[in-house]
């Protein structure tokens, strides 16, 4: 029976892989709230559920990014200021 049932998620709003943080962010907590609210059916609220679990991947994942350009720049930072340091303990020899 379950195979005959589907989930329109695609029908709660814009494809996830296109949100913004912000975006898929607001959309994420007005799904809480709907949930929460308890007068969806079952079917609505696991195709909410669903989204939901998409939306929350897609901030992980603008996260993540986050964390990874900003260790990026570090890094860059950290090299450029240890050439820096390298440099001038040698012009002082």
């Not at 559920?49 to 720049?73: D, F, N, Q, T």
Request: proline share 1%; charged share 30%.
């Amino acid at each position: 029976m379950s195979e005959n049932i589907s989930f329109h998620t695609e029908e709660l709003g814009a494809p996830v892989e296109t949100l913004s943080y912000e975006q898929a962010r607001s959309e994420l907590e007005n799904v809480v709230r709907q949930l929460e609210s308890g007068t969806s059916n079952l079917e609505s609220s696991i195709a909410l559920w669903e989204r939901g679990e998409a939306l929350a991947s897609r901030c992980e994942a603008w996260l993540e990014g986050a964390r990874e350009r900003l260790h990026a720049v570090r890094n860059t930072q950290d090299t450029t200021d240890e050439e820096a340091e390298s440099e001038g303990s040698e012009s002082e020899d």
